[in-house]
């Protein structure tokens, strides 16, 4: 009989609270001075590893194995999958001495992870097995067991791997956070290793996309208005700078300020509102400025944050570059 609605939605509360009952039974395990200590080993070896960290599953626990393979990965820790059945047909030359080796197996018992187990034990090749099977082979024979609490599974036949890849999801990725951690892994670091997509243009320094020299819209603090209105037409960033006779940046006018200044002026002589008056009496100083390095994702935050749609790049007081946020939402960063 096909369940009802209510039935339905009711199925995926309960599938939501027995992955949550997980999870808080791996949060109890971790207090654990056994736990503890193998996560303090595992995150040791990791660190201190010269090669790379190999990864190792079948089933869904091996597809668990490549998403945290790519997470160790992209955060700074060499990392790598192999496939247990690939690695008996010749992919344990994969596997080098100054390698780490995680295999990733429910039971423990998984038969096609035997050949590389065997393999690292004969060359002294470091490995953490990442399991529920304390007495198992994988759990005996690993240098570090790091054992999950035999979770029920969401599924009603407590067959299908649910919970189980759960919580090997998330030990692995809070391993991987771990040593981005010990390693000072930085949002420039991440750039590295994310230039692509809406990351990696939210991790661009501002420097590399603002706009620069002849794109630049400023004035004299000495220009009339006639003449900040032209350069803001001109260049079209709806701002414009003002500079010191050095050059430093003394203040800034958007089209909104002119717009103001002339209806303030409305009543008076057009020649006083735009040739008598100069940038540096209607111009807006300390206003907010930003460093070359300045990631585009903090850019954007500030201006979203404090309602302005543009803001000069400043180098030691002078202004180097100038940023829209249309310019940087049109880069896909967010």
Not at 6 to 29: F, H, K, M, P
Not at 110 to 131: Q, S
Not at 213 to 221: S, T
Not at 240 to 246: F, L
Request: glycine fraction near 10%; charged fraction near 20%.
């Amino acid at each position: 009989m096909a369940m009802s609605m209510v039935n339905r939605t009711d199925s995926v509360r309960e599938v939501i609270s027995v992955n949550s009952e997980g999870l808080a039974a791996l949060q109890t395990t971790l207090q654990n001075k056994q736990l503890t200590e193998a996560v303090e080993k595992a995150l040791q070896l990791i660190e201190n590893m010269r090669g790379r960290l190999i990864l190792a599953g079948v089933g869904k626990s091996g597809l668990i194995g490549r998403k945290l393979a790519a997470t160790f990965a992209s955060t700074g820790t060499p990392a790598y999958f192999v496939h247990p059945a690939e690695a008996s047909h010749g992919d344990l030359g994969m596997i080098q001495g100054d390698d780490v080796v995680l295999m990733l197996s429910w039971s423990g018992e998984t038969r096609e992870l035997y050949d590389i187990l065997m393999y690292t034990r004969r060359f002294g090749v470091p490995t953490i097995a990442l399991t529920s099977g304390e007495n198992s082979t994988l759990g005996q024979k690993a240098d570090v067991a790091l054992i999950l609490p035999k979770a029920k599974e969401a599924c009603p036949h407590n067959l299908a791997p649910t919970t189980s890849t759960l919580l090997q999801l998330a030990l692995g990725d809070a391993l991987a956070i771990t040593l981005l951690k010990m390693r000072g892994f930085t949002e420039s670091s991440f750039r590295d290793f994310h230039p692509g997509g809406k990351l990696g243009a939210a991790l661009t320094p501002v420097s590399d996309i603002m706009v620069k020299n002849d794109g630049l819209p400023l004035v004299a603090e000495n220009a009339t208005v006639m003449q900040v209105v032209g350069e803001i037409s001109a260049k079209a960033h709806g701002i414009v700078g003002v500079t010191t006779s050095e050059g430093k940046l003394s203040g800034v006018i958007t089209d909104g300020d002119i717009r103001r200044y002339l209806e303030k002026n409305s009543t008076g002589s057009m020649q006083q509102a735009m040739v008598k008056t100069t940038a540096k009496q209607i111009m807006t100083s300390g206003s907010i400025s930003l460093e070359p390095d300045r990631l585009c994702a903090r850019v954007l935050n500030l201006l979203q944050k404090n309602k302005i749609s543009a803001a000069f790049v400043v180098d030691k007081g002078q202004p180097v570059g100038v940023v829209s946020l249309v310019q940087l939402l049109q880069l896909g960063v967010a």
